[in-house]
């Protein structure tokens, strides 16, 4: 018999990367459905394993419920104001790399880039962002702004970076 062994800081990190992609997957239809937050943490649940669906449901909508309360919130619903919003844009490095941007808000000779963070604070989420402003600024002349909106149900913020 084939025995695995697995480290319980592996399944924290698999957990986490799965309810952050949950996050992401609600916010997307939030803004390109424009669903409430309610109705896209309703109908993005039905894609997650039903054995899980519960758990992450009550999960997620425990977030978002205290996420939209937030200033922070307000001052992402402003940022989204008079923009075309796109999700999940996907942009190619000058070597080809792919990059996934979660928002991208174009307002007339500005481009805004917002990225999703759950947790802490991290300089590498900086970094992160640089990259993707940094490519953007290869093709597009106006300014180009990096925002990081961490999403953490005591205490969400948004910050522009860049």
């Known amino acids: 018999m084939l025995q695995v062994k697995v480290k319980k800081e592996d399944v924290t990190k698999a957990e986490e990367r799965a309810f952050g992609s949950y996050v992401h997957g609600v916010l997307e239809l939030f803004l390109s459905r424009q669903l409430s937050l309610e109705e896209a943490i309703n109908r993005y649940s039905l894609s997650i394993p039903y054995w899980l669906r519960d758990e992450y449901r009550d999960e997620l ?63 590498e989420h900086i970094s992160q962002l640089r990259v993707y402003c940094d490519i953007l600024s290869l093709h597009f002349p106006g300014d180009i702004c990096g925002w990081l909106f961490y999403l953490r149900p005591e205490d969400s913020e948004l910050k522009r970076v860049i």
């Open 61 to 123: 909508a425990m977030l978002f419920s205290r996420v939209k309360e937030t200033q922070a919130f307000r001052q992402f619903l402003s940022l989204l104001e008079g923009g075309t919003v796109f999700t999940e844009k996907e942009i190619l490095g000058p070597k080809g790399q792919r990059f996934r941007l979660d928002v991208l808000i174009k307002k007339d000779k500005e481009l805004h880039v917002l990225d999703y963070k759950l947790g802490r604070e991290s300089q």
